[in-house]
C-alpha cells in the first residue's frame, strides 16, 4: 500500500494537520513574484506526449476509456438526438411529474404572454429559455414548479391582419365574424408557437396553458374591471388621449412608437391683443399693434385655441420688433432668440412680470371674433417657444388640464379619421389634419397677416405601433384608470419587489410617473368588451353589481362573443330589464368598446396565479415590459387589492444582431430559431445546431443589456458544447468498470491530487449554486468552461492517464482517481443541465454504473461533501506545479517523460510537503512524479553529491502560507533536470524501463498478474 497518502517523520505529521484537516481562510501565494496560478494550469513549454496505446503488443493489457457517447454529433445527427433524448427521457411528462411530487417550497414563475401573432422568433427564445433555466434550476433544487404559458390572444395587431388579409370583403362582415376570424388567426399562430417552444425544450404542461380569449379569463378580468369601477378607479371620461385616425382607436403610450425622423411644420404665429391687462396697458403708447408671440408644431390645433398660458413668476418683455415695427410680447429670456429666428431685431421697451399678464385677452389668429384668454399655468417652460404657450384643450393632456381649472371649452374639431368636421368651419371641413388640413391652417394664418414664420421640424413623434402612421391627440369619450390614486400605492409595494438589475426599478418609475392616465377603452371589436349599457338618447351609461353578474356568469359560459351575438335584452339581468324599459322597449343599447389589450394581460395574475397567494416569486420579460405588462399587472393588481403581483423581476434586453445592429429582413440579419436548430437552405452556410446551442447562446449572454446574435456567436457556442462533451466522454470512458458503491476509495485515502480535484469541485459546486441563485447564467457557463478546459481538461486530464490506462484494472491508485472522475462527472452534468438539458440527459443515459438511465432532472441538485473541502491541499500541489513549471519550462518542446528531476528543498515545510507526495528518495510512479511528468523524481533535502555535465540548475522561491497567514513560510528550492538513462517501456510508454525490450517494473509487475 505505497499508493496512500502517509505523512513521515513528525514534522511532516504536524504539517499533515494542518494541510489536511482545518479551514483556512483566503490566503495568497507568490511564486516569483508571479501569477502563477495560470502558468500551473495549463502544461506549457514541454511537448506533453501521451502514449498511443492503441497499438502494439501489449494492447490488450492496458485499460482503454470505454464509452459508447459519441465524441461528436454533425449535421442532423445533433437535433435528431435531442428529438430522440425529449422522447425517451420524458421531456413532456417532465412537469406534470415535479407537480405530483411531495415537496414543501414551490416555486412559482408567471409567464409573460407573448402576442398570438406570427411565428415563434428569437426575442421569444431569449425569454422562453430564460424562464426555462430559472424553472429547471429551481425544480432540481427541490421546489415544485408553478409555471403555466399562455398568450395574449386579442387585440388591433390581430383585427388588422385579418382585415388587410380579407381585403374588401371585411367591409361587409360583423363584429362576430371578424372575431370568429380573429380568433382561428391567434389559434394558428398559438400552435405554431407552441411547437417551437416544445422544440426547444422549455419544460411546461403545453396541454394546460393559459389564453386571454378563454371564458374563465375573459370572466376574471371583467370582474377585476368592475371591482376597479366600483372603488372609482375606473372611470369614463371625455379628454385627450393619443388616437390613430389610420386605426379609428384610442391608443395608449404603450401601443405607440416614437420616430425620431417624424417632420412637422412648426410656425411662429402672433395673437393680437384684445385687452390688455391693466399693467401691460400702461407700458403701451398704443402707436402700434401688440400682439403676443407663440410657437407650435402642431399649426393644425390652432382652430381649437382656446387660451395662451403664461408662467406666473417669469419675466416677460415688450419688444418692438425692427423690420415691421410691431409690437410684441415674449418671455424676456427668449428675446435674442426668437428674434434671430425670425431674422429681424427685438428692441426691449420695458419688461413685467409674467403675473401682470392677469385679466389679458387676444383674439384668435384666425377666426378675430373668438377671444383667447390669458391664462397661468404651471406646464409652461423657456425651453422651446417663446415663454407663451398656445392652448387647445381637445388636443394636449395639459392644455385639458388648464381648460379644467378654467371652464373653457374642450370641443373637438376632428373627427375619429383624423379630419376636421364641419364645426370647423367650411374651409377645413373634410381635411385631414396631419396633411391638407394642416396647410389650409397656414394658408389662413397668412392671410390674416398673424403668420410670422413656418419651418420644417425633424423631431421625435408618436406612432402608431401597428399601421406605423402618426397619431394625433383627441379629445373623446374614454374608459380610464385613475392611476393617479394607485400610483402611491404602487411605488410604496415597488420598494418590496428585487429587480435585476436593479436600474429596471427607476425606469418604470419614471415611466409609471410620465403616465397621467391610462386609457383602457378601444373602438375595435377583438377583444373583451367593456359591460356597460349606454342610454338610446341621453349621456347617461348603466353598470351595476346586478348586470355585471349577469354578464359574467354569461362570459364563463359561452365567452365575450355574446357581447355581440344575444339580443341586448338577454344581456340584461330580468329585474334590470324591467327598470330600463322592459324586452321591446330597452332604453339602453350595449357599448361599442372593448377593453385595451394591456388591462387584458395585465389582469393574468387573477386568473393563473389561482391557489397561491397569487403573487408570483418571478416575472421574467424583455426591458419593453417596463412602460408595459410589468406595469399593467402591477396597477390591475394594485387597484384590485393592494399587492404586487410579484416578489422579483429580471428584465432582460432585446435581440440584435452580431454587430449591434438591428435585425430587419432588408438587411438580411433575422436570425431564425427554428433555422438555428434545424439548419437552413444551405446548410454549408447555416448548419442544424441543435436547440442546446441557442440555450447556451442565450445563458452565455449578458441578458440585462442588448444581447447580440449571429453565425460567429453560435459558431463560438458550438464550439464550446463541443469541447465539453469531449471532456464528458472522457469522463464517461474511465468510469467505465467502475461501480462506486463497491469501488470508491474514502476522501481521506485518495491520492492527494484526487482530493485536490474534489477540492476544486467543492468550490466549483459552491459558485455554480450561487450563479444560477443570482440569474447570473453567463457566470455559471464561465465557471463550467475555466474548469472543464483549464482544471480537467489542461491539468487533470494530462496527468492521470497512466494511473487510468496502465495499473492494475483494481489498484487502488485507479480506483483512486475514478472515484474523483465519478463525482467530477455528476458535478459537471448537474451544473448545466438547466441550460443543456438535452446534452445533460444523453450523458445520463450513457453513465455505467447505473442500473437503469434515470432523468437528471428526476435526481436532484449538485450533491458534495464537505469533506471535499481541503484548503491545505492547495500548498501542496501548487507547489509542486511550481516545481513543473520551471521544470518544463526548461525542456521547450521536448517529452518531459525523457527526463529524471532532482528536487532539492532545504529541510522545512515545503519539504514536508513534498515528502507526502513522494515517501521514497527516488520514484518513478509516485504522486509527486506523476504530477512533475518526468521519467522518475528524486527529492533530496541537500544538494546531490555528483551531477552530470549536461544537467540543467532551475532555482526559485514558493511562499507557504496556512491558517490564514498564520503559518507563513518561504523556501526555496532547486530543480535538477537531466536526460533519464533509462529506456521506454513498451507497454506505458515511460522512460521507466531498464532496457528497451523489457517492460518497466510496474508494467512487469501489471501483466505479471493478469
Ligand atoms: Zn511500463
Known sequence: MRWGLRPSGPGAAAAARNLWGLPRLPCRLGWRGTTWRLLVRSVSGASNQLPNLNSGRYRDTVLLPQTSFPMKLLGRQQPDMELEIQQKCGFSELYSWQRERKVKTEFCLHDGPPYANGDAHIGHALNKILKDIVNRYHMMKGSKIHFVPGWDCHGLPIEIKVLSELGEKAQNLSAVEIRGKARSYAKAA??????????????????????????????????????????????????????????????????????????????????????????????????????????????????????????????????KCSNSGDIYILAADKVASVASALETKFEVISTFSGADLENGTCSHPMFPDKVSPLLPASHVNVTKGTGLVHTAPAHGMEDYSVASQHNLSMDCLVNEDGIFTDVAGPELQNKAVLEEGTDVVIKMLQAAKNLLKEEKLVHSYPYDWRTKKPVVIRASKQWFVNIMDIKPTAKEL????????????????????????????????????????????????????????????????????????????????????????????????PGQDILDIWFDSGTSWAHVLQGTDQRADLYVEGKDQLGGWFQSSLLTSVAARKKAPYKAVVVHGFTLGEKGEKM??????????????????????????????????????????????????????????????????????????????????????????????????????????????????????????AFYT????????????????????????????????????????????????????????????????????????????????????????????????????????????????????????????????????????????????????????????????????????????????????????KVIVMPTTKEKCPRCWKYTAESSDALCPRCAEVVGAK
Not at 691 to 704: C, G, I, K, T, Y
Not at 794 to 813: A, G, M, Q, T, V
Open 190 to 319: 398559438i400552435e405554431k408557437q407552441k411547437s417551437a417552444f416544445t422544440r426547444w425544450g422549455i419544460m411546461a404542461d403545453w396541454n394546460n396553458c393559459y389564453y386571454t380569449f378563454d371564458e374563465k379569463y375573459e370572466a376574471k378580468q371583467l370582474r377585476i374591471f368592475y371591482d376597479m369601477y366600483e372603488k372609482g378607479l375606473v372611470y369614463r371620461a371625455y379628454k385627450p388621449v393619443f388616437w390613430s385616425p389610420s386605426s379609428r382607436t384610442a391608443l395608449a403610450e404603450a401601443e405607440l412608437e416614437y420616430n425620431p425622423e417624424h417632420v412637422s411644420r412648426s410656425i411662429y404665429v402672433k395673437f393680437p391683443i384684445l385687452t390688455p391687462s391693466p399693467v401691460l396697458a400702461s407700458l403701451l403708447d398704443g402707436s402700434s399693434p401688440v400682439s403676443v408671440l407663440v410657437w407650435t408644431t402642431q399649426p393644425w390645433t390652432i382652430p381649437a385655441n382656446q387660451a395662451i398660458s403664461y408662467m406666473l413668476e417669469a419675466k416677460y418683455a415688450v419688444v
Open 494 to 589: 415597488l420598494k418590496k419587489v428585487k429587480f435585476i438589475p436593479g436600474s429596471a426599478l427607476n425606469a418604470m418609475v419614471e415611466m409609471m410617473d410620465r403616465r397621467p392616465y391610462w386609457c383602457i377603452s378601444r373602438q375595435r371589436v377583438w377583444g373583451v368588451p367593456i359591460p356597460v349599457f349606454h342610454h338610446k338618447t341621453k349621456d347617461e351609461f348603466l353598470i351595476n353589481s346586478q348586470t355585471i353578474e349577469h354578464i359574467i356568469k354569461l362570459v364563463e359560459q359561452h365567452g365575450s362573443d355574446i357581447w355581440w351575438t344575444l339580443p341586448p335584452e338577454q344581456l340584461l339581468p330580468k329585474e334590470i330589464l324591467s327598470q330600463v324599459g322592459g324586452p321591446g322597449a330597452l332604453e339602453y343599447v
Open 664 to 785: 430587419s429582413k432588408s438587411l438580411g440579419n433575422v436570425i431564425n430559431p427554428d433555422v438555428v436548430i434545424n439548419g437552413g437552405q444551405d446548410q454549408s452556410k447555416e448548419p442544424p445546431y441543435g436547440a442546446d446551442v441557442l440555450r447556451w447562446w442565450v445563458a452565455e449572454s449578458n441578458v440585462f443589456t442588448e444581447v447580440t446574435v449571429g453565425p460567429s456567436v453560435l459558431n463560438a457556442a458550438r464550439d464550446d458544447i463541443s469541447k465539453l462533451r469531449n471532456t464528458l466522454r472522457f469522463l464517461l470512458g474511465n468510469v467505465s468498470g467502475f461501480n462506486p458503491e463497491t469501488d470508491s476509495i474514502p476522501a481521506a485515502d485518495m491520492h492527494v491530487i484526487d482530493q485536490y480535484m474534489l477540492h476544486l469541485l467543492h468550490d466549483f459546486a459552491n459558485k455554480i449554486t450561487e450563479s444560477y441563485k443570482q440569474y447570473d447564467f453567463g457566470k455559471v457557463i464561465r465557471l463550467l468552461r
Open 790 to 973: 483549464r482544471e480537467l481538461s489542461n491539468f487533470y486530464f494530462s496527468i492521470i492517464k497512466d494511473r487510468l490506462y496502465c495499473e492494475n484494472e483494481n489498484d487502488p491508485k485507479r480506483r483512486s482517481c475514478q472515484t474523483a472522475l465519478a463525482e467530477i462527472l455528476d458535478v459537471i452534468v448537474r451544473s448545466f443541465a438547466p441550460i443543456l438539458p438535452h446534452l445533460a440527459e444523453e450523458v445520463f443515459q450513457h453513465i455505467p454504473y447505473a442500473n437503469e438511465p434515470k432523468s437528471v432532472f428526476r435526481t436532484g441538485w449538485i450533491n458534495t461533501s464537505s469533506i471535499w473541502k481541503k484548503p491545505g491541499l492547495e500548498e501542496a500541489v501548487e507547489s509542486a506545479c511550481a516545481m513543473r513549471d520551471s521544470f518544463l519550462g526548461s525542456i521547450p518542446g521536448k517529452n518531459a517523460a525523457e527526463y529524471k528531476v532532482v528536487i532539492v528543498i532545504e529541510p522545512g515545510l515545503l519539504f514536508e510537503i513534498m515528502e507526502m507526495l513522494q515517501t521514497q528518495e527516488t520514484s518513478s510512479t509516485s504522486q509527486l512524479n506523476e504530477l512533475m511528468m518526468a521519467s522518475e523524481t528524486t527529492l533530496l533535502s541537500q544538494e546531490p553529491r555528483e551531477i552530470t555535465a549536461d544537467a540543467v540548475e532551475l532555482t526559485g522561491t514558493f511562499l507557504i502560507n496556512l491558517e490564514g497567514g498564520d503559518i507563513r513560510e518561504e523556501s526555496s528550492y
